[in-house]
């Protein structure tokens, strides 16, 4: 079954302990990006990536760190957590032949104190 | 900026009535269109997309979405809505030449009985 996978599903964390959500997906897809997803906002783009080792910078970069070192995995990196970082992350993948349309995760609900 | 605009925070329709959850967008070039629904504790779903050709898109469960080329703007419809559409829907645009979706900050849907 195609599927983007994420863990773990929820996370309580403190402030500042380093945590790592991972994020793997079965279709063979160029393109991973991580978002996350606050009342009234939408669903925000943290990085990207356009292939292994090729990574960008979304529209709320700061905080977070990726890696894209496998086609398949892309994990999302908090060195410092804040409380301000609680919210829902949803990863997702794609490609071209896909016309563009994301695949997405069941989503990580982080709750930082 | 680029931006999607979603004007309704929450869609209220008596199930078996037509419904419309409203999208404009304001991007560059010719863009690609989306819509995703979310049920509660789940990941988003693919429900239809808008590249070119007929202004009329059906997509999945029955829903459908105009695309409206001079107004910027891709609606969602249902022509019978049920209880069971009940959902966060999202409207979302990939620029043209861009490598990201865009998205609005969603539409409760609530139908009832």
């Known amino acids: 079954e195609a599927q983007v996978t994420q863990n773990p599903r929820y996370l309580i964390t403190v402030t500042g302990k380093k945590l790592t959500v991972t994020c793997s997906q079965n279709?063979?897809?160029?393109?991973m990006s991580w978002y996350r997803q606050d009342p009234g906002l939408g669903l925000r783009q943290i990085y990207y990536?356009?292939?292994?080792?090729?990574?960008d910078k979304g529209d709320v970069p700061e905080g977070y760190k990726v890696s894209r070192k496998e086609k398949r995995n892309f994990p999302l990196i908090l060195e410092s957590p804040s409380p301000n970082q609680t919210s829902l992350y949803f990863c997702a993948s794609w490609d071209r032949r896909s016309s563009y349309e994301q695949y997405f995760g069941p989503g990580t609900r982080l709750t930082v104190t | 900026a680029q931006s999607v605009a979603q004007p309704e925070d929450q869609v209220n329709v008596a199930e078996g009535n037509p419904l419309t959850v409203k999208c404009t967008y304001s991007v560059s070039g010719n863009p690609y269109l989306f819509w995703y629904v979310q049920y509660p504790n789940r990941g988003l779903q693919f429900l239809l997309k808008y590249i070119t050709g007929d202004n009329l898109v059906k997509g999945s469960y029955g829903f459908e979405a105009e695309f409206n080329k001079s107004q910027t703007s891709f609606h969602l419809k249902k022509p019978s809505a049920l209880v069971s559409d009940s959902a966060l829907y999202f409207c979302a645009v990939r620029p043209g030449g861009y490598n990201k979706l865009i998205f609005g900050a969603g539409t409760r849907l609530a139908v009832h009985p």
């Open positions: 279709m063979n897809h160029e393109y």
């Open positions: 990536s356009m292939n292994v080792e090729v990574t």
